[in-house]
Structures are given as C-alpha cells and as structure tokens.
C-alpha cells in the first residue's frame, strides 16, 4: 500500500519554543487519519508544514509522492486545505469563490461546473450557490470551504478542526462527508480534533501532547492497550480516600476533573468490594469503559480538558507577567 | 501510483443508478507559464468582481477630486486670477486632480490586501499552486484597472474646465494613469505586506499619501518654491507624474509663452530640465522596484 504521507522526524521550533519535537508517522492511501491533542499540542504547527505553509526546523516528510521542502507547489497541486480560520471571500457568491479556486488551480474548464455541482451538491450547498457568502451561517460556510478543498479533487484533504464552533447537527453531518468522500473518491482525509468523540471516527489516530506523539493506533487497540475500566468517587474527604486506596487495594488514584479517578481491569466487580472496603463514606460512584480520554490520560497523566486547562493557566501566567513587566 | 486518473468524467450516461451519482475527477496540471498568467488573470478578475459589486466606491472616491477640482479650483480664481495669466485656475490644477484621484484609488486597492488577510482569503491565494510573484502582479494589475477607470470618469470632465478633446490628448491621459496607477498599486501592496492591520494601513496612508499630494505641485506651479518645498518637491515621487500628465494637457491648450512658462515651467534639478521622457521613466522605474520589494516581500512571508 503506498503512504499519502510519510513524516520522518519533522521539527519546528519558534525561536527557543520547540512547538513540533520529532513526530513521524506513515498515512496509508485512502485512510482517514486523525491528529489528537490538546490546544497548543503542536497539531496545527505540523499540519501547516506538511501543506508547506510552514518549513521544518528539522526533518522532512512527503505528500502525495512530492517532498514538502523541495516541491511545495508539486504537494500543494494534490492537496486541499481547510483550515480552522475562515478563508472565504465574503464579498462573492459561493459559485464565484469555487470558480476562482477551480482557476486558480488550473482546472480544465469544461470540468468546473460538474465538479462544482458535485461538491456542492455533497455539501447541501447547491441551491444556495448564488448566495453571497456574507449571507451564510458559520455551518454553512464551513461546509462550503470542504466543498472548495474539494474542487481541484485532491488526493489528500486536509482538515484542521474542521468541527471547531459548529452545532452538533453541522459537526454530524460534516463527518457524514467524510464517510462518504472515503467511498466515492481516492482521498486520504488527515485531520486534526481536539474532540474526544470525533476522534473515533478515524481509521488511525496520533495522540500528541507537547510537541509530540505518544501513542499512534486505531481507536480500537489504543483502547484495548488501555485495558482498565475508569472508576470515579465523589467523596467525603478525597485525601482520605486516596491515601485509603492506595493501602488497601494498591491503586494509584488521582483527582481530575473534581473527582477521585482510578483505573482497575474489572470495574463491575470491583465497585462493591469498594464501598464495603474503603473506610471513607462515598457520595457517588460512576464507572466506564475505556475512552480515548482515558488513552490520553494514561499516556500523558492528565485527561485531554486538564491539559488544556493548565495550558491556559501558563498562558495566562505569561500574559499577566508581560503586562506587570511592561508595567515597571 | 500516478496523478488520479485523466480528467475524464466517470459517467456511463443514463445507466448511473441514483444511489451513485458519478464521481467527477479533474486533474491539477503542473506550473507552467500558463498557469501563471491564469493565476494573474484570477487575481485581477476577483478585483473586477468586487467592483461591480461595489459600485458605491466609484461614487464616493469621486467626491474628493471633485471638491478640489470645483470648490478649491473655482473658490481661489478670484485670487489667482492676476498670475495665471488668463489661465482658469480649474484648468490648472486639473492635471494635478488626475493624478492624485488614481493615487487614492490605487492605495485603496492594495489596502485590500490587508482586509484579505484580516478575512483569511490571502491565505487561499497564498497556499495555491502558483508563484506568490503572480498573485502580487495580478492585485497591482487588479489596483490600475480600477483606477484608470476613475481616471477616466474624471477624464470625462475635461469639457467642464474647458480642455479640448483629441484622441492624443485620451490616450496620452490614459496611458499615464495606467502606469500611475500601477506604479502606487504597487507601493500600497509594498507597505500592505508588512503592515497587517487595517487601522495601522489607514494611518500609514495618511502619513505618506497626504504628504505626497501636497508636496507634488498638483496645486501650483514648481518654479521659485522656497529651498526646502524645492528639495521636498524633487524627491517626492509624484512629482514626476503630475509634472508630465500638465504638460500632455497643457499641449492641447492654446496658451501664451507666458503663460507656459509660469504655469508648466517643467521640473529642473540644478537648473538642468528634466525631459518628460525621463520624467515618466522614472514613475515606471520606481513602481518597478516597489513591485519588486512586494514580490520579495510575499516570498520571505511563510
């Protein structure tokens, strides 16, 4: 099978900040590939290099047979982009904006309107193509920017949180796209999410954290890897009951997200023993089954919100200690 | 694996079952020089488009050549009227007008370069398969157009200050604004790739543009200046527009010695006149190395 995208130790670093730590991987034509992590787990900084819109520091990869450093317009022929960002011209209807992209790209002029109508078509968008852009909803026009990636058809797709803000009505019906892009077209479709949820839809997933991938399989195995099922309690005194745990069943607990979590292989008959065993009096009790925020959490320490909240607080920190600097 | 199949639509007519409707597949072909004039060709048609959508534009960018063209030229002439040697003083200046409605119509071109990037469709042009170099000429191509064509509505005007028609006298006109036009597209979309915000773009307009019509000589003649306007007034760079686009409309007068001398004495640096040749020359010259600076300037951008 020959890779859409190969990655081989791909750096980026801005000025001391190393955003992208080394990552490769191997995206197999026709796969759906998700890129999961936090905000500011370096997603974006890697998808921007291999659509060239960024070079590495280090290493290198290819799209589409075609070296990202040495044959950038070669790469970008046989991409489409959809970004988080709108990219729209507002001001034209949404026929002129994927006629000026067809053009752009050099599409044979007899092929336009078809494709237009297909794309458009695919994306509920056809009777409304004489519309100005202005006039639509952040839905619609994210659906028009996947139906513009499209236009040239592009043997990878790139979507960089293509469900970011949208309703839970739009967000189902944009992954409806992609399952039915994957049957009708040759495209590999590389995304990146930040939902939990979304993640599963993919063949494969990366999990990255910090600049780099700690885990790399399909939601299925990375699950299985995981094992354990996650039991969390609410209780009355929360050091009580993790130091409790610890002497009396040997699990390592932790707090997340407000509530003492622990991770055990069998959760249905380990939840009785727990109330009868632990000592300190539970208030509530919730189990699950492995999710991907429990592969996250055990590769990283932390679920994927926790992470995202403490980077938050350093961001925060920085811009108070920018702004009492520039106060002095 | 090669490129996806030719770009032939896939399609068995009439026999397709609706339940899969036939995949069209194009095919991207390689950079050419083709597809570099496509990409110019793209670039400047999206300018045309925004126009006809925005027609009020035309209208408005109107009103300032015309309050300085009717109020100022007709409001000063009973106190000029001793020194323009029986030149209305609305003739005189409309040279100067030309230039300078194609100047704010030009920048305000490439300030669309900063609103596309304010929107993210910058990004689109810039992540297609074509040389940034293509998109910078096409915008400067797209900044001309249409300030050419305010300038030819203003062109329109010559009856009402009282210059004659003649072809000679349209197409010199013309061909001047064009070149004018590309020239400060080109210095607009020179500051558009460095200065990201619009407000930042507005201010740096009023700082340099103000100036530069001042300074030019669109509003008296540039013979016995004091020192310092002189020396300004050399190197401002519209000067050497409007000094060429005065004599082209004073060719078609009928004007007395007197009056050419004091009215259109011709730009001299250290008493040497400099020939009109060289003058609009130099206009081509420096839009040439602002496109330049543009075009290394969008490279360099990530």
Same mark, same amino acid.
């Given at each position: ?19 992208v ?22 997603k974006?900084?890697?998808?921007n290099?291999l ?15 075609h ?31 994927l006629r ?21 078509e695919?994306?509920?968008?056809w ?15 994210r659906?028009?920017?996947i ?9 990878v797709?790139?979507?960089?949180e ?14 409806g796209?992609?399952?039915q892009l ?42 299985e890897?995981?094992?354990?099922d996650?039991?969390?309690i609410?209780?009355?005194d ?15 607990a ?43 959490m ?13 980077g ?15 106060r002095r | ?7 032939? %639509? @896939?399609?068995?007519? #009439?026999?397709?079952?609706? !339940?899969?409707?036939?995949? $069209?597949? *194009? ?21 045309m ?6 027609r ?8 300032q ?23 209305n ?17 030009a ?13 993210g ?8 398969p ?15 157009? %249409? @300030?050419?064509?305010? #300038?030819?509505?203003?062109? !329109?005007?010559?009856?009402? $200050?009282? *210059? ?23 210095f ?20 340099i543009v ?7 000589g ?8 004091p ?53 609009i020359?130099? %206009?081509?010259?420096?839009g040439m ?14």
């Amino acid at each position: 099978m020959p890779s859409a995208i190969s990655v081989k130790d791909l750096r980026k670093s801005f000025g001391e900040f190393e955003a992208v730590r080394g990552v490769s991987f191997e995206v197999e034509a026709g796969e759906v590939f998700g890129f999961l992590g936090p905000n500011g787990a370096g997603k974006t900084t890697t998808i921007n290099m291999l659509c060239t819109l960024a070079k590495p520091s280090g290493g290198g990869a290819t799209v589409a047979d075609h070296d990202i450093v040495s044959a950038r317009d070669d790469v970008r022929r046989h991409i489409g982009l959809v970004f988080q960002d709108p990219t729209l011209d507002g001001y034209l209807t949404a026929e002129q904006n994927l006629r000026l992209h067809a053009e752009l790209y050099g599409v044979e002029k007899g092929l336009v309107a078809p494709r237009m109508q297909q794309v458009l078509e695919m994306v509920g968008l056809w009777e409304r193509r004489g519309a100005q852009v202005l006039t639509f909803s952040g839905g619609m026009r994210r659906r028009l920017e996947i139906a513009r990636g499209l236009m040239h058809s592009p043997r990878v797709l790139f979507l960089d949180e293509p469900t970011i803000g949208l309703d839970p009505q739009t967000r189902n019906s944009i992954w409806g796209y992609i399952r039915q892009l994957q049957e009708s077209e040759e495209i590999t479709i590389f995304m990146t999410t930040h939902y939990m949820d979304e993640a599963e839809f993919c063949g494969r997933i990366a999990i990255m954290d910090h600049g780099e991938i700690v885990a790399l399989d399909s939601p299925g195995a990375l699950k299985e890897q995981v094992g354990a099922d996650r039991i969390r309690i609410e209780t009355d005194d929360d050091g009580a009951a993790i130091e409790a745990l610890g002497e009396r069943f040997g699990l390592e607990a932790a707090i997340s997200e407000g509530a003492v979590t622990i991770a055990v292989p069998d959760g249905e008959q380990f939840v009785p023993r727990l109330f009868a065993e632990l000592g300190v009096p539970i208030r509530s009790v919730s189990l699950s089954r492995p999710t991907l925020d429990d592969v996250f959490m055990s590769h990283t320490g932390s679920t994927i919100r926790d992470a995202e909240e403490s980077g938050n607080k350093t961001d925060k920190r920085v811009a108070m200690q920018m702004m009492s600097g520039a106060r002095r | 694996m090669s490129a996806p199949a030719e770009g032939a %639509v @896939a399609t068995a007519p #009439g026999a397709t079952p609706p !339940a899969a409707p036939p995949v $069209v597949t *194009v095919r991207v072909p390689g950079r050419s020089a083709r597809s570099e004039l496509r990409a110019i060709k793209v670039v400047w048609r999206r300018e045309m488009i925004r126009l006809r959508a925005d027609r009020m534009r035309i209208v408005t960018s109107l009103v300032q050549p015309l309050l300085f063209l009717f109020v100022l030229g007709s409001g000063l002439q009973q106190l000029s009227e001793a020194s323009t040697h029986g030149v209305n003083l609305k003739t005189f200046i409309y040279p100067g007008v030309l230039c300078i409605s194609v100047m704010f119509t030009a920048m305000f071109s490439a300030a669309s370069i900063v609103w596309d990037r304010e929107f993210g469709f910058l990004r689109e042009m810039m992540v297609a398969p074509v040389r940034r170099s293509s998109i910078v000429i096409g915008k400067c191509f797209g900044g001309a157009t %249409v @300030a050419s064509l305010q #300038g030819v509505i203003l062109l !329109a005007l010559a009856w009402a $200050v009282d *210059v004659p028609y003649s072809v000679s006298l349209v197409l010199g006109v013309f061909l001047l604004q064009l070149l004018l036009a590309f020239s400060i597209t080109a210095f607009g979309v020179m500051a558009a790739a460095r200065v990201k915000q619009m407000q930042s773009f507005m201010g740096l307009m009023q700082l340099i543009v103000m100036p530069m019509f001042f300074i030019s000589g669109a509003l008296f003649p540039v013979t016995n200046l004091p020192g310092w306007l002189a020396f300004l007034n050399r190197i401002d760079p519209l000067t050497y527009a409007v000094s060429p686009m005065r004599s082209i409309i004073f060719g078609h007068l009928d004007l007395s010695k007197q009056a050419e001398a004091a009215l259109n004495p011709g730009i001299t640096w250290f008493g040497w006149t400099v020939p009109m040749a060289l003058e609009i020359f130099m %206009v081509f010259a420096l839009g040439m190395v602002m496109l330049g600076i543009a075009i290394w300037e969008f490279n360099a951008s990530e």
